[in-house]
């Protein structure tokens, strides 16, 4: 019942920019913090950025001042403005969401399927 649909992803040369998008979709009564997660090859899962309800940041060190997350509730969708990308950014970014969904008490996270982004001349 629950989705979460990502968009964005592709090809891009070193220096360019990019802008994932992330539409949460269902029976959902409330959502929770938003975010991304991205894994490249042989590497573990690392938290990319996230953003709570009230609109506070957190970011990876090697992602600030160039990436930018945000939300619009009334979309119910999250974003990420990725400026300046280099090739160790090539991996496969995932978004995730802390949602109640109907039926349910407690928040649990539901995650997209993932889309690859590759940073290469």
């Known amino acids: 019942q629950v989705q979460l649909v990502e968009s964005g992803g592709g090809l891009v040369q070193p220096g360019g920019s990019l802008r994932l998008s992330c539409v949460v979709s269902?029976?959902?009564?409330?959502?929770?913090?938003m975010g991304w997660y991205r894994q490249a090859p042989g590497k573990e899962r690392e938290l990319v950025a996230d953003?709570?309800?009230?609109?506070?940041?957190k970011y990876a060190d090697s992602v600030k001042g160039r990436f930018t997350i945000s939300r619009n509730d009334a979309k119910n969708t999250v974003y990420l403005q990725m400026n300046s990308l280099k090739p160790e950014d090539t991996a496969v970014y995932y978004c995730?969401?802390?949602?109640?969904?109907?039926?349910?008490?407690?928040?649990?996270?539901?995650w997209g399927k993932g889309t690859l982004v590759t940073v290469s001349s």
């Open positions: 953003i709570t309800t009230g609109s506070s940041t």
């Open positions: 269902g029976s959902i009564v409330r959502i929770n913090t």
């Open positions: 995730y969401a802390d949602l109640v969904v109907r039926g349910r008490l407690y928040g649990m996270d539901y």
